[in-house]
Structures are given as structure tokens and as C-alpha cells.
């Protein structure tokens, strides 16, 4: 595993800039797991958003924005909270660590943390939360797609440097649902996202590591079920990836579903409004789409 670098920390606005609430995935005076300083940069946090219109179903997610592991994006952050919100879902930003002031595995550590820390503060404070430790669910866009998959794939295989001893990481960081849009899967080959790869793991990562971390090759039957969401005209993370990793479920058995639209760019995000950057008219369904089909697994409340 990486150990971190000492760069600078990047200055990437926080993607949950209104937040009901900010917790430290690792509390003061402690530090995360590879830290290498004290700066905002180096403290990942989830910052939690609870529907305020209709009444929370227990169900939550962890929104992993994107930004090629150098930034957040903030359009893949907060609207995305509000939008999970919208039908009873508990939302939790995860602010984690990015390249090149880290790198593999700090941002993996971090998003295990935080499913870990929603199922522990389930069970440890059910009647605050009132959270169902059974439906935690991941969502990530483009390398934030990556790091879902690379949890959805990789849960609970954390090494012991990035999962000290407590009473949360005795819990599973294995996702009920995964929620895909757009992801970087591959780190080898024509379809992989060279700026991704680079901040995560710098310029010449071992061909281990290549494979450890291309998640389309350790999809298992345990891996949870998958809704991806992709464009064909995407050149930034080419549509290949979604693929490749819809055909590793279908090969293990697991359910998914994906849509691929012909049209629109890359970093679309909710593709409505101020929401999402410019996209066709088209693309704006894909939310209704996820919507009904996180409803089938549990998750949110269907429309009346």
C-alpha cells in the first residue's frame, strides 16, 4: 500500500457547503489512518443531510463527488444530497482525501470509514438517526465512481494501517446498493482515466496495483447490486468503463441496471437546472430512473 506524499494540500471548496451537520470520519484529537498534517485537507468528513419534507425511510447514502482525485465537484455533491432527499433518503457527503497530497489507499480508507461510522451511529444512536444500519448505500461520480466501485469491490479487505482497532471498523464497510454515474472503473488500457490514475496512485504504479485496482476484475457475487448511469459521447471517462463493469456483475450474478444515453459531455451530475452542468434534455430522466429502482431495493420512498 502507498504511504501519502507531503505536498501541498489542494484548496478544493467543500462540495456540502450548507450541511445539517459535519462529522470527522476520525474525531479530535485523533488522527485519520496515513495523515499527513493537520490542515482541512488532511481531516475527511461526512456531512450529513436529512430530508426536511417527507419523513426519512432509515435508508442513507454516501455521495462521492467527483474531480479526478484532485478536487470536489461541488455540483456532485450538495444538489445530489437534496435530490436523495427528495423521496426520504439520508444523504452523507464524504470529504475525502485527494492526490497528489495522497494517495492509495487514504481515500479508500476514508470511504470505508464512512459507511462504517452511518452503520455504527445506527445502532449507537437509532432514535438521533433513526437510520437502518441494513440500507446503506454508496453513489459516486466519475472518480468518485471509482472509489464507490473500488468499496463495492474491495469492502472489507482495508489493511490494518488504514483500519486501527475500534468499535467501528469492527462493522462491515460492504454497501447495500451501489449508484455508478459515469465512473472511472479500468486504470489500464484506452479506456482508462490517466489524470484519475495518476493522482491516485502517481506516475509509474506498479501493475499490481493496475489490477488490484481496475474494479471490473474483482467483482464477486458479493459485490452489492449496481445502478450505472453513462453516455456514449463521454471523452473524459469513456462509456467502455460503465461497460466492463456491468459485464463483471452480469458474469457474478449480481443484479444491475444500467443506461447508457448516446448524448452528453462528461460531469453532467443531476443533468436538470443549476443542478448539473449543460446537458440534453435527455439525460435528465436518468434521476427518476435511479429513483424507481433504489425504490425496489428499499431505499427512499416511492411517489404516491
Known amino acids: 500500500m502507498s504511504k501519502p506524499t507531503t505536498t501541498t494540500a489542494p484548496s478544493a471548496s467543500s462540495p456540502a457547503p450548507n450541511p445539517d451537520e459535519v462529522i470527522r470520519l476520525w474525531p479530535a484529537p485523533g ?6 498534517g493537520d490542515d482541512p485537507a488532511d481531516i475527511p468528513t461526512i456531512s450529513i443531510y436529512r430530508p426536511k419534507e417527507i419523513k426519512p425511510d432509515g435508508s442513507s ?3 462521492c463527488p467527483g474531480g479526478a482525485y484532485q478536487h470536489l465537484a461541488l455540483h456532485e455533491g450538495e444538489p445530489v444530497a437534496r435530490w436523495l432527499n ?11 482525501r485527494l492526490g497528489p497530497r495522497y494517495r492509495f489507499p487514504a481515500a479508500f480508507a ?7 461510522t452511518i452503520r455504527h451511529r445506527a445502532r449507537a444512536r437509532a432514535r ?30 482495508d489493511p490494518p494501517e488504514i483500519r486501527p482497532p475500534d468499535e467501528v471498523n469492527e462493522l462491515s464497510s460492504r454497501p447495500d446498493v451501489s449508484i455508478l454515474c459515469y465512473p472511472v472503473i479500468t486504470l489500464e488500457g484506452p479506456s482508462a482515466h490517466v489524470g484519475s490514475r495518476k493522482a491516485l496512485l502517481g506516475d509509474n504504479p506498479r501493475p499490481e496495483l493496475l489490477d488490484e485496482l481496475s474494479n471490473d476484475r474483482h467483482v464477486t457475487a458479493h459485490t452489492p447490486p ?5 453516455t456514449v459521447a463521454d471523452t473524459g471517462v469513456p462509456c467502455e468503463n ?11 450474478g449480481v443484479p444491475f441496471e444500467m443506461h447508457l444515453f448516446e448524448p452528453g459531455n462528461h460531469g453532467v451530475g443531476l443533468a436538470s437546472g443549476p443542478t448539473g452542468h449543460p446537458a440534453p ?24
Open 61 to 63: 447514502i454516501v455521495v
Open 86 to 96: 427528495s423521496f426520504g433518503v439520508t444523504a452523507f457527503v464524504l470529504t475525502y
Open 110 to 116: 476514508d470511504v470505508s470509514r464512512a459507511i462504517r
Open 242 to 252: 460503465s461497460i466492463l463493469y456491468a459485464m463483471g456483475l452480469r458474469k457474478a
Open 128 to 157: 438521533e438517526w433513526k437510520l437502518d444500519e441494513k440500507k446503506v448505500g454508496v453513489l459516486g461520480f466519475s472518480a468518485g465512481g471509482h472509489l464507490a466501485s473500488t468499496v463495492s469491490t474491495h469492502f472489507d479487505a
Open 281 to 304: 434534455a435527455a439525460l435528465a430522466v436518468w434521476p427518476s430512473l435511479c429513483k424507481t429502482w433504489l425504490n425496489g431495493k428499499g431505499f427512499g420512498k416511492p411517489s404516491a
Open 226 to 230: 449496481a445502478f450505472l448511469f453513462h
Open 31 to 36: 488522527k485519520a489512518p496515513l495523515a499527513a
